[in-house]
């Protein structure tokens, strides 16, 4: 069928009023997330998917919702990054090098109102590019067997650490405690019980919801009253915002920055283990390398310092929804979170969804495109509105996202060992951030154990028994590549990579 | 390109026996938890359903990952990460605390009251006056049940007193 007629059908299915009004929430919810230190995008989604489900939205307006919030936050990271230096998510670290020293110099409206549209054109072109792609990879997906799927789900792992990780033997522990939590509960091909012990509670399970929201969210908490004293200290800052219209001038000299940052960023996005921190770097990156190589100019307060990496971490979110929407495979923390939505909507993500349920994805697009509009609207006559929200104080805010976390689980579940094993899932996140331990493939693990074991079992069972069947298609061996060059190349570049992260922040 | 000054030999640079401790501590819980698991999965029952593999080959390879990935972190560990003091570590401990007995008070008391303290506690924690945190906790338990349960129609906690 035709991209543009299944794309005309999303923007019916769009257009509703309900949706609309869940997209314009979503947005703005997201972009107030986004900017307030510490709430990425990650936690921004886990906080509100109970809430989302037991609303009893259906799965369009619920995905519009979250969505929305994702791209909300990836608009609003920026705001404390150019204001306050903090970057309010990790894909806005570049931004800060560029932003703060443009908003000391008084220039914060025209810091805020170009990277607004930096992030427009950046996620405008992702989306576009989502349109065209995603089909493209389904046609090939639908060639997996369950093998093939086997082995993906493996590349996923494989690549999650992404070329920054410094110790791959800390994500494949990850990995595992996820994989082994996901385990949990009765088999879902013979029917036994697995590791219950009896335990009533733990016969369907642990509802995935709840590791997400324990670990992403209330680990936030933890490490915020750790760190309380220095969170006090820089209370006294009050950034002056200035003139918030767009300088058109600056946006145009800023295009081509604009333009590469995207380009980069869209890619980065759709490999596995890039996402959009990488995305954004690259394309800051790149970008002191083509027109400032002296580095005259770049990191102190440079404008096309700023629209290269926004553009970029943009483009990289909605080039990020390609592999999680065509094959069920999320690439970053933040997408893994909306897998999390699909599969609590009981949506199985991957090829068999755009021939299943069109109306999920294009609606889903045709949302994304306006959100976009409404995104920049938002960001730039309001963005004085989202920053009067970072004069909060985060000793009042984190104690409210908490609770609103316990609502959310309670309200699902209604059963205070839930609640109790979230608190669990929160201290471990906590421990397991002390030491290093990334979260993400935790979760990925959790949410897509029993797929992995399921269509490993059915390959077995369809070789009768021969594991030589996971190497028995050329595909299979090209997946197994992928994956061991994914695990193998950050053990040699990881440090190096990340350690040109960090020097250029701490420059 | 190359020469980034100090940035990443600094960060390698080998510190003293000692300061690796925490990744061989985890190293040796994550193998006794590697091995708790491979002896979990043994004793998986057949039920009356089988196929080709059964139920216990995926976790005894995900028990297999555990443990490799553990003495990996036995024999080469990282640099020791930025513990908290003894003073913020029990402030961790009491907030999870009090968040295991909010969870335990909320169908005893319910939501309204059971939150009010909750919040309060952890503002109060965070660095607010007494005071204004017990108005916080009251301010966050009633704007939430107004929203969520008033509006949105969630379900929360009901107590003996029926809020």
Redesign the interface.
């Known amino acids: 069928m035709d991209i543009l007629s299944l794309l005309g059908a999303g923007f019916e299915v769009a257009l509703t009023p309900q949706n609309l009004f869940l997209a314009l929430m979503g947005c703005f919810l997201g972009t107030l997330m986004g900017a307030l230190p510490g709430l990425g995008p990650a936690n921004g989604v886990a906080i509100l998917i109970p809430i989302a489900f037991s609303l009893g939205l259906g799965p369009t307006p619920s995905l519009i919702l979250l969505t929305s919030v994702y791209y909300g936050a990836m608009y609003g990271g920026r705001i404390s990054s150019i204001l306050l230096n903090i970057p309010g998510d990790e894909p806005a670290m570049m931004t800060c090098l560029d932003g703060y020293p443009m908003a000391k110099q008084g220039k914060a409206g025209e810091a805020l109102s170009l990277s607004g549209v930096a992030s427009f054109i950046g996620a405008f072109v992702a989306t576009c590019g989502l349109v065209v792609l995603a089909p493209q990879l389904v046609k090939i997906a639908l060639l997996f067997g369950p093998a093939e799927y086997f082995v993906l789900f493996t590349v996923a792992f494989a690549t999650l650490g992404g070329i920054t990780s410094t110790n791959q033997a800390k994500s494949a522990f990850a990995a595992a405690l996820g994989l082994g939590i996901a385990m949990i509960g009765s088999d879902s091909q013979t029917g036994s019980q697995r590791f219950t012990f009896d335990h009533i509670h733990l016969y369907d399970g642990i509802d995935f919801l709840i590791a997400i929201v324990g670990l992403f969210a209330l680990s936030e908490v933890f490490i915020f009253l750790e760190h309380h004293r220095s969170s006090i200290a820089r209370k006294s800052e009050t950034p002056k915002v200035g003139r918030i219209l767009p300088d058109f001038k600056m946006i145009l000299r800023c295009m081509p920055s604009i333009g590469r940052g995207t380009a980069l960023g869209f890619f980065a996005g759709v490999l596995p283990g890039a996402g959009a921190s990488l995305g954004s770097f690259l394309a800051y990156s790149l970008e002191k390398q083509s027109v400032d190589r002296a580095g005259d100019t770049f990191g102190k307060g440079d404008p096309r310092g700023v629209a290269a990496p926004e553009a970029g971490n943009n483009a990289a979110s909605g080039g990020a929804l390609v592999p999680m929407l065509a094959l069920g495979v999320p690439g970053s923390g933040t997408t893994a979170v909306l897998l999390a939505v699909l599969l609590q909507l009981n949506i199985t993500p991957g090829p068999l969804l755009f021939t299943k349920n069109p109306e999920v994805v294009w609606g889903l697009i045709a949302a994304l495109f306006i959100g976009n509009f409404m995104l920049l609207a938002m960001n730039i006559p309001l963005v004085g509105l989202f920053t009067r929200v970072l004069m909060v104080p985060t000793r009042i805010l984190m104690p409210v996202v908490a609770m609103i976390s316990f609502v959310g689980i309670y309200s699902i579940t209604g059963s205070t060992f839930d609640v109790m094993l979230m608190v669990g899932f929160g201290v471990a996140g906590w421990v397991l951030r002390k030491l290093e331990v990334p979260l993400v493939p935790v979760i990925l693990g959790i949410l897509l154990g029993n797929q992995m074991e399921v269509n490993l079992r059915r390959a077995m069972t369809i070789s009768d028994g021969d594991w030589l069947t996971l190497v028995g298609s050329p595909l299979a061996i090209i997946l197994w590549v992928i994956a061991i060059t994914g695990f193998v190349l950050p053990m040699y570049f990881g440090r190096r990579v990340r350690a040109r992260m960090e020097s250029n922040r701490h420059e | 390109m190359e020469a980034?000054p100090?940035?990443?030999s600094m960060?390698?640079i080998p510190k003293a026996k000692d300061s690796t401790m925490?990744?061989r501590i985890?190293g040796v819980f994550?193998l006794l938890l590697a091995i708790f698991?491979i002896w979990?999965?043994t004793i998986?029952?057949?039920?009356f359903?089988?196929?080709?593999?059964?139920?216990r080959?995926?976790?005894y390879m995900?028990?297999a990952?555990?443990g490799?990935?553990?003495l990996?972190?036995i024999f080469?560990p990282?640099d020791e990460?930025?513990?908290?003091l003894f003073r913020?570590f029990a402030?961790?401990v009491f907030?999870?605390a009090v968040?295991?007995l909010?969870?335990?008070a909320?169908?005893e008391v319910g939501?309204l009251i059971s939150?009010v303290f909750?919040?309060a506690y952890?503002?109060w924690?965070?660095?607010?006056k007494p005071l204004w945190s017990l108005v916080?906790g009251v301010l966050?338990?009633g704007g939430?049940y107004v929203v969520?349960h008033l509006i949105?129609?969630?379900?929360?906690?009901k107590g003996p007193l029926g809020f």
């Open positions: 980034e100090g940035s990443a960060q390698t925490s990744d985890f994550g698991y979990a999965a998986i029952k057949d039920s359903m089988v196929d080709v593999v059964g139920p080959a995926f976790p995900v028990g990952v555990l490799i990935s553990s990996y972190f080469r990282d990460p930025a513990w908290p913020d402030e961790i907030a999870a968040m295991l909010y969870a335990w909320l169908p939501f939150t909750a919040t952890l503002t924690r965070l660095g607010t916080t966050t338990s939430i969520f949105l129609g969630l379900s929360l906690a």
